[in-house]
């Protein structure tokens, strides 16, 4: 029934393509005109044709397709005789769809204009420039500058905001107002490589990518990322990372003397010394069995369970030492190193005036004593004054009462016995003068508890004066050497500070230390670019071994070798315990079990830290 | 011997075929940006500025097939080959999008419109091309052509000749019966295209129509009627191929309304992101 010859070239109007308009009877459903609407969008079909003169007659131009001309002709006047309300012409569907896609980008500018405008009162606001969320992290750093605190043409007037599209605007250096690493900061793994290495720079947007919502992780780098640099080809941990070095974790010497295999082994389990006078055998009962008796596993979050305290863990055991050995300044006759210091002779020389002594002359150490008879704080800061050192007088004599002195000088000058309550000289703590325990009449300085301060600081006088080198020259190498012998005999020393103290006062570890006395526990070696917290191993692995499972006693190694020696270094040192393998790790950490990419126990940058913090940033209102 | 034969001549034919070509063309394209993506990534660059600026280039070179088609004088290769590389490229802007974004969905304002643009862009041009290779088959299966401008002429035709069977039947037989039933009922289909949605559904509601609404009334009708009923079934069948071609042809220009303007508000979309991107970050 479709007769398509009805709209062949004689009998329809050609579509016109090119025309912006179409009849708009076809939008009513209803034939169109042959005319068609003209180029402005006007009807042209308001009648059926435009009759043309001929002479003194009007003649019907309606073409074939429109109908042929028709039967009525044109009016007397001129007019078609078929005159018909005139339609509105509709545009064409491709007119139409380009007039939608006008609409549609008219639209969305002014929507970017309008709401690009609206914001703190600066030129752009931030509704339709914020590509998402800080992270927590960082969310609050920017509550009061806003997004100029990393961005600094956020707030530019609108040329100058136009122009940083053609300025470098990387973040990385504003990273750094708030951020800080070790030098190169901005280079790999902020550590000075040799070769090409050193010449590459890293942008910190390059990995931390922000905006990304409040939960977003900004530490995470892949396994490829790591393994570009690393020459070693590193897909899965098991398989390809190397195994753990010698010593690991346990390379750096402890500062304090503590055998382990010794202690476990020994000390806490021989009915030999657990029974023993001054020892606790509960607390050696429990230590033998569980290592956090004597670790504190409230700091399991960090990288190391931390001894506790010498109060909580030694001091049962060991401080009837502390105040069995005091610190001997000098005798009622016989040389002492302190008298030799303070003298400047060498025990062989105060010996051989000893012997050549004739009764009429007397020797250095009766003049001595004569002067401390006679005016002890002046002779003492005399000594003081020819020793030198970091250490003031106050400091080394604190609680010394120069009247004590002067009567014992006084007894002693005159060969008498010196003593002002008999046990009481022995059972009180602090300077005392008279009989000691071996004896002798000595004036001497008895330690009350651990950590003494006067007792700490004539140990670390006595250990600077061997190691400052305009003394050492002065004075005779053998005083110094009695001196530091003293200081850190182990059986006899002062304090018997020495006993474990000895490596932390004399190592000479740059890595560790600034040649200071080192009394307390050093810790882990300071490794940057890993990390380990024991709180969420604890548990995981095998509870019944406890630490055991990866700190495994090792009873053949000779710990106390590195202590004995004279020039050690941290070489030296062996440790108590096997070196961990990384065949626990992978026991967990593999593929389909817990996580094994390289940022789970790596750190990326070298000592990164902070120099802003959020206080500091975030101003709150002045209180009226 | 032959076996062999056959499977390289079945490989050059393989290759013969342009979609192929190009596909695999395309495909190693990618694999090689992916790659280069990805060490730049490894080297601790900014890879998004090198995906994203892919990404830019890729949405002109889709925006310029319109003005191909402005510019139909100049010979710019076939309209086909646009085509094929309008989709190649609209597919591969999706790979390189989620490469660039790295997530499904953004979290910031603008992103998320930016991103709601790019998906229903993709989506309406996926259904664009759905409809441009189902369509056109079942349109050729209905058995006529039409001009999808002339429907509207078509339809007035077949009315004006509907309107003349009932005046001849009304003249003729001196019975009313087919002309009250004319104005009440076929009227109303023979006004303007009816069951658009069936027929895009590929249904068959406006044939069940027509046999309802004939048969319905055949049994008021004597013999002569019964002939001027027949010949308004033959023009009322017509005019359901004529619904047909305007439902699908329709379509086929409709999904522009949607595609076009969605992917011009993209583009000033992505205008704006790189202006903020050039000023905020790099």
């Known amino acids: 029934m479709i007769n398509e010859d009805k709209f062949g070239e004689e009998e329809s109007s050609y579509e016109r393509p090119e025309s912006n308009y179409k009849c708009g009877r076809s939008k009513l459903w209803n034939r169109s005109c042959w005319q068609g609407p003209d180029a402005n969008g006007a009807c042209g079909g308001a009648t059926g044709c435009n009759p043309q003169r001929r002479g003194d007659r009007f003649y019907c131009t309606r073409p074939k397709r429109g109908g042929g001309a028709c039967q009525e002709g044109p009016l007397p006047d001129g007019e078609c005789a078929h005159k018909r309300p005139a339609c509105v012409p509709v545009l064409i569907t491709r007119r139409l769809r380009g007039l939608f896609s006008l609409i549609t980008g008219v639209i969305v500018i002014a929507v970017i204009g309008l709401y690009a405008n609206i914001g703190d009162g600066k030129y752009v606001g931030t509704l339709l420039i914020d590509p998402g969320d800080l992270s927590g992290i960082h969310s609050g750093y920017t509550l009061e500058e806003g997004c100029v605190s990393c961005h600094a043409s956020h707030d530019d007037e609108l040329a100058s905001w136009l122009g940083a599209a053609f300025s470098t605007n990387d973040i990385s250096q504003t990273c750094l107002n708030c951020h800080t690493f070790h030098e190169p900061q901005l280079g790999p793994h902020n550590f000075i490589f040799e070769g090409e290495h050193s010449k590459k720079t890293a942008s910190c947007v390059a990995c931390h990518k922000e905006h990304r919502g409040k939960e977003a992780n900004l530490t995470f780098i892949s396994r490829q990322t790591c393994g570009n640099c690393h020459q070693k080809p590193f897909t899965n941990f098991v398989a390809e990372?190397?195994?753990?070095?010698?010593?690991?974790?346990?390379?750096?010497?402890?500062?304090?003397?503590?055998?382990?295999?010794?202690?476990l082994m020994?000390?806490?389990?021989?009915?030999?010394?657990?029974?023993k006078k001054n020892r606790d055998a509960k607390f050696a009962k429990l230590a033998s069995r569980q290592c956090t008796t004597c670790h504190a596993i409230e700091s399991a979050a960090g990288n190391e369970i931390k001894p506790k305290s010498f109060e909580q863990i030694c001091k049962g055991c060991h401080l009837h030492q502390i105040q069995g050995r005091d610190l001997i300044i000098l005798t009622s006759e016989a040389h002492t190193p302190i008298t030799g210091l303070f003298l400047g002779m060498t025990e062989s020389e105060a010996e051989d005036e000893e012997e050549e002594d004739d009764e009429e002359t007397l020797t250095k150490h009766e003049e001595m004593l004569a002067a401390l008879a006679d005016d002890p704080e002046k002779v003492l800061v005399s000594y003081h004054e020819k020793i030198g050192g970091s250490k003031s007088y106050v400091q080394l004599f604190s609680g010394l009462n120069p009247v004590l002195i002067k009567q014992a000088a006084k007894s002693?000058?005159?060969?008498?016995?010196?003593?002002?309550?008999?046990?009481?000289?022995?059972?009180?703590?602090?300077?005392?003068?008279?009989?000691?325990?071996?004896d002798e009449q000595s004036l001497r300085y008895k330690s009350a508890s651990h950590a003494d301060p006067v007792m700490k600081v004539w140990m670390e006088l006595l250990l600077e004066l061997e190691k400052d080198a305009s003394i050492a020259e002065e004075m005779d190498a053998e005083i110094l050497t009695a001196v530091r012998d003293l200081v850190l005999d182990k059986e006899e020393g002062p304090g018997a500070c020495g006993k474990c103290h000895g490596a932390g006062l004399t190592d000479q570890l740059e890595s560790v230390r600034e040649h200071k006395p080192e009394w307390g526990y050093r810790g882990h070696v300071k490794r940057s670019f890993t990390r380990y917290s024991h709180g969420p191993h604890i548990n995981l692995l095998d509870p019944s071994k406890n630490c055991v499972k990866c700190h495994k006693l090792d009873q053949e190694a000779d710990y106390a070798s590195y202590f004995k020696k004279a020039d050690r270094t941290a070489n030296d040192f062996v440790s108590n315990f096997s070196s961990i393998s990384k065949d626990i790790c992978i026991e967990c950490h593999r593929r389909g079990k817990v996580r094994e990419d390289c940022t789970m126990c790596h750190n990326y940058h070298n000592e990164a830290g902070k120099k802003r913090v959020f206080q500091e940033v975030k101003k709150y209102p002045a209180e009226t | 011997?032959?076996?062999?034969?056959?499977?390289?001549?079945?490989?050059?034919?393989?290759?013969?075929?342009?979609?192929?070509?190009?596909i695999s063309a395309t495909a190693l394209l990618l694999l090689l940006l992916i790659s280069y993506l990805r060490h730049i990534d490894n080297n601790l660059g900014k890879s998004e500025i090198i995906s994203g600026y892919t990404l830019f280039f890729l949405i002109l070179l889709l925006m310029s097939f319109r003005i191909r088609k402005y510019l139909s004088v100049i010979p710019l290769f076939k309209v086909q080959y646009w085509t094929k590389i309008h989709l190649i490229a609209g597919i591969s802007g999706v790979l390189i999008f989620f490469v660039h974004t790295e997530v499904l969905w953004p979290k910031g304002l603008y992103e998320q419109i930016m991103t709601s643009l790019f998906y229903m862009t993709v989506l309406s041009g996926l259904l664009g091309y759905i409809m441009q290779r189902i369509f056109p088959a079942r349109l050729t299966d209905s058995g006529i052509e039409i001009i999808f401008e002339r429907i509207p002429d078509q339809l007035a035709e077949i009315r004006k000749e509907v309107e003349s069977i009932i005046l001849d039947c009304t003249d003729n037989t001196k019975s009313d019966t087919l002309a009250r039933h004319y104005l009440e009922t076929l009227d109303w289909y023979f006004m303007r295209p009816r069951f658009f949605l069936n027929h895009i559904r590929g249904g068959r509601q406006g044939q069940h129509w027509i046999v309802h609404q004939?048969?319905?009334?055949?049994?008021?009708?004597?013999?002569?009627e019964i002939e001027y009923l027949n010949k308004l079934l033959m023009h009322a069948h017509s005019k359901n191929q004529?619904?047909?071609?305007?439902?699908?042809?329709?379509?086929?220009?409709?999904?522009?309304?949607?595609?076009?303007?969605?992917?011009?508000?993209?583009?000033?979309?992505?205008?704006?992101?790189?202006?903020?991107?050039?000023?905020?970050?790099?």
């Not at chain 1, 070095?245 to 295999?261: G, T």
């Not at chain 1, 020994?266 to 029974?275: A, E, G, I, S």
């Not at chain 2, 499977?7 to 070509?21: D, E, F, G, R």
């Not at chain 2, 004939?214 to 002569?224: D, G, H, M, P």
Request: hydrophobic share 45%; aromatic share 16%.
């Open chain 2, 242 to 282: 004529v619904d047909f071609h305007y439902a699908l042809q329709g379509c086929m220009k409709a999904w522009l309304f949607f595609h076009i303007p969605v992917a011009i508000a993209l583009l000033i979309f992505v205008l704006w992101h790189l202006l903020l991107i050039n000023i905020y970050s790099v």
């Open chain 1, 266 to 275: 020994v000390y806490f389990v021989d009915p030999k010394w657990v029974n």
């Open chain 1, 241 to 263: 990372h190397p195994e753990f070095p010698d010593k690991f974790p346990s390379s750096v010497p402890n500062s304090i003397n503590f055998n382990h295999a010794k202690h």
């Open chain 2, 214 to 224: 004939f048969t319905s009334v055949k049994r008021y009708l004597n013999n002569a």
């Open chain 1, 412 to 438: 002693w000058i005159n060969e008498e016995v010196f003593d002002i309550g008999g046990e009481m000289n022995i059972k009180h703590f602090g300077w005392l003068a008279g009989e000691d325990e071996n």
């Open chain 2, 1 to 22: 011997m032959s076996g062999k034969i056959d499977v390289l001549s079945h490989i050059k034919s393989i290759y013969k075929n342009t979609n192929v070509l190009i």
